[in-house]
Nanobody, 128 residues
């Protein structure tokens, strides 16, 4: 069983920045591919960013490309999402996810069903 705990959400004005963190309890974090998803009120969950277990490959949704950066620190069992130039439409609950099994070294994953474990989510609210 892997537990994921997100932190770093909050209220920020448009144009501001936040950094989300997701700490994993897994003993083999470096073997997990990780991702961030978000869900706004009344909308379906959507993919935001993904990072390979190696950390060498990343992928972003078009809506956040150039503004958000995903990274990981395997020594700290933590994945991050740096969010810059935030917009009101970024308002959502943000979830991190871990893919534990069948993970290739330099692969990232962009669909929810590809992930095995999810955090409880952290609220990000961007005011205009």
């Amino acid at each position: 069983q892997v537990q994921l705990v997100e932190s770093g959400g909050g209220l920020v004005q448009a144009g501001g920045s936040l950094r989300l963190s997701c700490a994993s309890s897994g003993r083999t974090f470096s073997s997990y591919a990780m991702g961030w998803f978000r869900q706004a009120p009344g909308k379906e969950r959507e993919f935001v960013a993904a990072i390979s277990r190696s950390g060498e490959r990343t992928y972003y949704a078009d809506s956040v490309k150039g503004r958000f950066t995903i990274s990981r620190d395997n020594a700290k069992n933590t994945v991050y999402l740096q969010m810059n130039n935030l917009r009101p439409e970024d308002t959502a609950v943000y979830y991190c996810a871990a893919r534990v099994g069948g993970t290739l070294y330099n692969s990232y994953y962009t669909r929810g069903p590809e992930y095995d474990y999810w955090g409880q989510g952290t609220q990000v609210t961007v005011s205009s």
